[in-house]
């Protein structure tokens, strides 16, 4: 599958962002998705986990409470809804397929992804 990130920009603290990933391919349900973050000089982070139906999903204790993950089988498109941000999320957010049903604690890492789309920026000002 392949994988294309957009929905990044410059916004202040507290405010909210959406960001949207769209999938090619007729096989987009059958992977569960994530989204991960990579500030500068920093490792790359799991964000955000869906099962592959949407009902279920896992988060990162860092955006809890303030993201939410969600997808649309029949657009192809997982998306990620941020709230109440912090100059601390800035970075170069990824969106990553896993074939697989679910992400848990378990497979929250970048090795259990194997396709992974290009990045979008999100700053966010203080």
């Known amino acids: 599958v392949q994988l294309q990130a957009s929905g990044g920009g410059v916004v202040q603290a507290g405010g909210s962002l959406r960001l949207s990933c769209a999938a090619s391919g007729r096989t987009f349900s059958f992977y569960a998705m994530g989204w991960f973050r990579q500030a500068p000089g920093k490792e790359r982070e799991f964000v955000a986990g869906?099962?592959?139906?949407?009902?279920?999903?896992y988060y990162a204790d860092s955006v809890k409470g303030r993201f939410t993950i969600s997808r649309d089988n029949a657009k192809n498109t997982v998306y990620l809804q941020m709230g109440s941000l912090k100059p601390e999320d800035t970075a170069v957010y990824y969106c990553?397929?896993?074939?697989?049903?679910?992400?848990?604690?378990?497979?929250?890492?970048?090795?259990?992804?194997?396709?992974w789309g290009q990045g979008t920026q999100v700053t966010v000002s203080s």
């Open positions: 869906i099962s592959r139906t949407g009902d279920s999903t």
């Open positions: 990553a397929a896993r074939k697989s049903a679910i992400v848990d604690r378990t497979t929250a890492q970048e090795s259990y992804f194997g396709s």
